[in-house]
Nanobody, 124 residues
Framework: QVQLVESGGGLVQAGGSLRLSCVAS????????MGWFRQAPGKEREFVAA????????VYADSVKGRFTISRDNAKNTVYLPMNSLTPEDTAVYYC?????????????????WGQGTQVTVSS
């Protein structure tokens, strides 16, 4: 079982930036595909970005392409999500997740672990 702990959320003005981090502990982190999801109030959880065990390839939701960049440091058991050009529509709780494959993660058919979430609020 992988335990995931997110950090880096907060309140930022539109156009600003934040960097989310997710630290993994437990079973081997480097074998898993890692990703980020988000859930806005009253909406379903949605996929944001994913990165394979090697750091490439990466996959993004259309809504964040060109603004968010996912990366990982297997030596630190950490996955990152720098977010730029934030808009109020990015306001949500952001969750880190681990899965065996990219498809498992993006479709949420086999998520090994979820983090507890970190709140991102973008003011207009």
């Amino acid at each position: 079982q992988v335990q995931l702990v997110e950090s880096g959320g907060g309140l930022v003005q539109a156009g600003g930036s934040l960097r989310l981090s997710c630290v993994a502990s437990g079973r081997t982190f480097s074998n898993d595909v890692m990703g980020w999801f988000r859930q806005a109030p009253g909406k379903e959880r949605e996929f944001v970005a994913a990165v394979s065990w090697s750091g490439y390839p990466t996959v993004y939701a259309d809504s964040v392409k060109g603004r968010f960049t996912i990366s990982r440091d297997n030596a630190k058991n950490t996955v990152y999500l720098p977010m730029n050009s934030l808009t109020p529509e990015d306001t949500a709780v952001y969750y880190c997740a681990a899965a065996p494959t990219m498809r498992d993660l993006i479709t949420t058919t086999h998520i090994r672990s979820w983090g507890q979430g970190t709140q991102v609020t973008v003011s207009s």
